[in-house]
């Protein structure tokens, strides 16, 4: 990225995340709605494979009776190499993600999944044939029909063949979803689990609360629950006496960290607060970017990450917007500094420092003057920077930080995983997965004092 681009790219950053910008195009869009006397309507894209798919159509029914919209369905087949950097990984990581989900909301999900292709393409055609209705309780159906999926019932998924309306064919149906690809990237989208309203996109449990706050500011009903699993500032163990078992565990937690990962600012300072609380030992362990490590991020990815990390940003009163991407010569920079970072003591300090630098004042991190200050705010001396930087032993830290977090079963950060001595007691990922450090915490205290 040249000089000019690093010039720009914060005012531009600053524009594509203004919430004025982003009110103005919402009361257009409800202007719009209104003089054509539209319902409030709500699209769900969905693979019949994504187990996050499964989960946000069980949550829906109590969603929907709480707002006046209307909810149209849209079916995926497979996934796309440009977005879905490590497919299988990810299919795997999901399942478990899904289950440990499904536990927290109370929500159905197998222990040992199998879907069949048979019954795979059998539920496809079913959810085909009634996107193809739009029927008000066709999401009803999808959700017996994604059950009889996920529970290996072929015998529930015939007998919906006959309330269901007729299926397409396995060419005609190959067809349509892939036509509704095309409509989703042109809509400025690519995944499953996906809720569209008027503009704006919601993954999956974990952004239904953001879509809930809109409806309601538009009057469209009230919020009765909340679906989010984040607990930040409420932690499930507060009480002195409960909490010293849990601290004397000595267990530890790996923070797979990225300097060019919003989502990894936004965790920061909270796996920090968690690691305290809990007594955790903290190792931050800095990874490159995916570009950097030859897996794609397209521009339509990086669009939807900008926006909704600055989404989860105002949720949590942390200061973002105004960017100066370090990709590159940046990112070495920060890795450079942080490995001397660490051997002083003050590598997570210098993360904050830099990561805050980066996402809220759209520093440019290939400046040594930048660099400097950063540093110095960490605890570093002034003359330790420019040494720091001739320094490449960071590059065998990264590689080794890379192939423990492949090993726990991630690819993307932030990553988390927590130990009891060599055992591993949770790897999860997304910085709104803080809750399953301390559900996994909390069991492992429960077996301890029970063992």
């Not at 999944?113 to 085909?128: D, F, K, S, T, Y």
């Not at 609380?277 to 970017?289: Q, S």
């Not at 105002?314 to 660490?342: H, K, Q």
């Not at 400046?367 to 590059?395: F, H, K, S, V």
Request: charged share 25%; aromatic share 8%; glycine share 6%.
């Amino acid at each position: 990225m040249g000089s000019l681009q690093r010039l720009i790219q914060p005012r531009l950053s600053t524009l594509l995340t203004s919430p004025r910008l982003r009110d103005m195009r919402r009361q257009g869009l409800e202007a719009w709605r209104r003089l054509g006397r539209y319902p409030h309507q709500v699209t769900l894209w969905l693979r019949a494979d994504d187990p996050y798919a499964y989960l946000l159509l069980q949550a829906l029914p109590g969603f929907l009776s709480q707002f006046d919209v209307e909810l149209r369905l849209r079916l995926l087949q497979g996934s796309e190499p440009d977005t879905t950097p490590d497919p299988e990984r990810l299919a795997r990581y999901a399942e478990r993600d899904a289950a440990r989900l499904a536990r927290w909301h109370g929500l159905e999900f197998p222990a040992q999944p199998r879907l069949r292709p048979e019954l795979l393409a059998r539920a496809e055609a079913l959810i085909g044939a009634l996107e193809k209705e739009e029927a008000d309780d066709s999401h009803e159906t999808a959700l017996a029909v994604l059950r009889a999926l996920w529970c290996d019932d072929a015998d529930t998924l015939a007998a919906l063949g006959d309330v269901c309306p007729p299926a397409p064919d396995a060419d005609t149906l190959a067809q349509h979803c892939a036509g509704n690809r095309v409509s989703q990237r042109e809509l400025r989208h690519y995944d499953s689990a996906m809720l569209h309203y008027a503009g704006e996109w919601y993954w999956g449990l974990d952004r239904l609360d953001h879509l809930a706050e809109r409806l309601q500011q538009l009057g469209a009903g009230n919020i009765c629950q909340r679906w989010s699993a984040d607990i930040d500032g409420h932690y499930l163990v507060n009480e002195p006496e409960q909490l010293a078992p849990m601290r004397s565990l000595g267990a530890s937690l790996d923070f797979f960290f990225s300097f060019r990962s919003p989502y990894s600012w936004l965790a920061l300072q909270r796996v920090r607060d968690l690691a305290e609380h809990y007594g955790l030992t903290l190792n931050l362990r800095p990874v490159l970017p995916m570009v950097m490590r030859g897996l794609p991020v397209p521009d339509i990815k990086r669009l939807y990450i900008l926006q909704d990390a600055k989404r989860e940003a105002d949720r949590l009163g942390i200061a973002f917007g105004r960017i100066c991407d370090p990709v590159g010569t940046g990112v070495e920079n920060c890795m450079a500094v942080c490995a001397l970072a660490r051997q002083r003591g003050c590598d997570l300090d210098f993360a904050a420092e830099a990561a805050h630098a980066i996402w809220s004042e759209g520093a440019d991190m290939t400046r040594l003057a930048t660099l400097q200050r950063i540093a110095m705010a960490a605890g570093l001396r002034p003359g330790e920077t420019r040494d720091a930087l001739d320094d490449t032993g960071w590059r065998q830290d990264a590689e080794h930080n890379r192939q423990a977090l492949l090993a726990a079963g991630l690819w993307g950060v932030p990553g988390l995983v927590l130990r009891l001595d060599d055992r591993l007691l949770c790897a999860t990922w997304g910085q709104d997965r803080l809750w399953a450090i301390e559900d996994a915490l909390l069991e492992a205290a429960s077996e301890s004092l029970h063992a």
